[in-house]
Every structure is written in structure tokens, then in C-alpha cells.
Nanobody, 122 residues
Framework: QVQLVESGGGLVQAGSSLRLSCAASGRTFSSYAMGWFRQSPRKEREFVAF????????DYADSVKGRFTISKDNAKNTMYLQMNSLKPEDTDIYYC???????????????WGQGTQVTVSS
């Protein structure tokens, strides 16, 4: 069983940066491909970013390409999402999860954390 805990969210102004962290329990973190998703009320949870187990392959939603960077520190059992040039439309609850099968859909991931709120003011 894997437990994930997100942190690092907050209230920032447009153009600012934040770094989210996703801390994992368990001894096999280095073998996990993982991802970040986000969701706000009345919206479906949407894919944000993906990393392969060792970080050699990453993928991003078009809306965050060039602004967000996903990374994974297997020695610390932690995944990160560096978010730069934040926009008000980035306001959401951000979740991390483990990929259980190929794909970028919600059903392709499991072991969701509780989420961390990111609010970007204009």
C-alpha cells in the first residue's frame, strides 16, 4: 500500500512561483511512474504532468507546458511540481498519484493523496 501526502500549496499572485511536494511511504517509490492532476469544484479532475520512475520521461498538459516542471527524487521518496508564471486559471486543488497503467486518465492512476490548494490571484 502506498500513501501519498501533498504539500506546498498556497495563495500567490499571478506571475509567482510555487513548488508542490508529494511525499510517499513505502519501499518501492523508485519503481513508480507518477503524475500530478488538478481539480476545482464543478470540474473533472484533469491531468497536469507525468514522470517515469527515474524521471527520464516527462509529459505535460498543453496548458502548463513551459511553465511547470515535474521531478522525482527517489532518494527522498518525494515527487515535485515546480510551477512558474502562475495564472489565475491555475487555481485548483492539486493531487499526486501513482500510475497503475499506461495513460493520462484518472482511472490510469491510484493511491491519490488528499490534495493541496493552490490559489492564484490576479
Amino acid at each position: 500500500q502506498v500513501q501519498l501526502v501533498e504539500s506546498g500549496g498556497g495563495l500567490v499572485q499571478a506571475g509567482s512561483s510555487l513548488r508542490l511536494s508529494c511525499a510517499a511511504s513505502g519501499r518501492t517509490f523508485s519503481s513508480y511512474a507518477m503524475g500530478w492532476f488538478r481539480q476545482s469544484p464543478r470540474k473533472e479532475r484533469e491531468f497536469v504532468a507525468f514522470t517515469s520512475p527515474a524521471g527520464e520521461t516527462t509529459d505535460y498538459a498543453d496548458s502548463v507546458k513551459g511553465r511547470f516542471t515535474i521531478s522525482k527524487d527517489n532518494a527522498k521518496n518525494t515527487m515535485y511540481l515546480q510551477m512558474n508564471s502562475l495564472k489565475p486559471e491555475d487555481t485548483d486543488i492539486y493531487y499526486c498519484a501513482v500510475q497503475i497503467r499506461s495513460g493520462s486518465g484518472v482511472s490510469d492512476y491510484a493511491y491519490w493523496g488528499q490534495g493541496t490548494q493552490v490559489t492564484v490571484s490576479s
